[in-house]
């Protein structure tokens, strides 16, 4: 199934970038349009991503919103919120990795969808959110190859439906001799100078 590669490699790619998150910037702001909370921190972001990976397991059983109710609406970060975040991914990663049947319908939040789909939508929320917390905190990073050419075919040939329902921004202007990792960040409405300091 391509897309579980595709949510296996952005999965990775996100956790690559938040195990380089150091205590100091969980304090920092985070950009306001990540999230619907008042007021963000790096440290809020990471929460919601921890959460994110926390349904992953409930969502693939099938299991709708009201049955799993409450269970992951409080801290799940505690005192060490990377190990912590860490030990989530990690179960979400070995659910992804059973026998899935992909034309099962799960249940969403914004609708029933096919396991498959499923995958791909919560995937293109973590390559990209990869790349942004990196820039953001001027990290030196680049999407992996393999991750960039899944998306390039998964993800570019709807770009243009899915920006119309809000999942994308605009598409910006990349330089001409722009790698595949620009033109698809460009394509994407997510590319930016990099604020690579290290």
Not at 82 to 103: F, G
């Amino acid at each position: 199934m391509e897309q579980r590669e595709l949510f296996l490699q952005s999965d990775a790619a996100l956790r690559s970038v938040i195990d380089r998150i150091t205590p100091e910037q969980l304090t920092l702001p985070a950009p306001a349009e990540w999230t619907s909370k008042e007021d963000p921190t790096i440290r809020d972001i990471l929460a919601a991503h921890a959460r994110d990976e926390a349904w992953v397991g409930d969502v693939l059983a099938g299991r709708t919103i009201e049955e799993v109710g409450d269970r992951f609406n409080g801290d799940l970060l505690g005192s060490d919120p990377i190990a912590s975040y860490d030990r989530i991914n990690d179960e979400a990663t070995a659910v992804v990795l059973q026998d899935l049947d992909p034309a099962a319908i799960v249940h969403l939040q914004y609708g029933d969808y096919p396991l498959a789909e499923y995958l791909q939508h919560t995937s293109i929320y973590r390559a990209f959110q990869a790349w942004s917390i990196a820039n953001f905190l001027g990290q030196k990073y680049a999407l992996p190859a393999p991750l960039v050419d899944l998306l390039w075919e998964q993800i570019l040939p709807q770009v243009d439906e899915w920006r119309q329902y809000g999942v994308f921004p605009a598409e910006v202007e990349v330089p001409a001799d722009a790698d595949k990792e620009t033109r698809l960040l460009g394509k994407t409405g997510f590319w930016k100078p990099s604020r690579s300091t290290d």
